[in-house]
């Protein structure tokens, strides 16, 4: 599967934004998906997670109560709601997607258990 990772963008704090990961191939609904992001001088940290259905979520601590997380299978497509933006969101965002996530490993915040990755959009969040 390939993923394409789009709707980044300059924000004030306070504001908010909807990242959008569309992927491409068949079986989207067979993939849980992973939002990670990476500022600069830091290593790529877990945002959050979606199982294959999507009935199941998972978040960070960070972004819990202000970032959302949903898929619709029918549109192949991945996306990630913030709210509440803060300064120290700042950074790129990447989807991630694997067969296994949230089915048959519970390692949705490892980012060794994701095969598949789109190319990030940056996210920058101003005071």
């Known amino acids: 599967v390939q993923l394409q990772a789009s709707g980044g963008g300059l924000v004030q704090a306070g504001g908010s934004l909807r990242l959008s990961c569309a992927a491409s191939g068949r079986a989207f609904s067979m993939y849980g998906m992973g939002w990670f992001r990476q500022a600069p001088g830091k290593e790529r940290e877990f945002v959050a997670a979606i199982s294959r259905s999507g009935g199941r979520t998972y978040y960070a601590d960070s972004v819990k109560d202000r970032f959302t997380v949903s898929r619709d299978n029918a549109k192949s497509t991945a996306y990630l709601q913030m709210s509440n933006l803060k300064t120290e969101d700042t950074a790129v965002y990447y989807c991630?997607?694997?067969?296994?996530?949230?089915?048959?490993?519970?390692?949705?915040?490892?980012?060794?258990?994701?095969?598949?990755w789109g190319q990030g959009t940056q996210v920058t969040v101003s005071s």
């Open positions: 991630a997607a694997d067969r296994q996530i949230l089915t048959y490993s519970g390692r949705y915040f490892d980012t060794t258990s994701y095969d598949y």
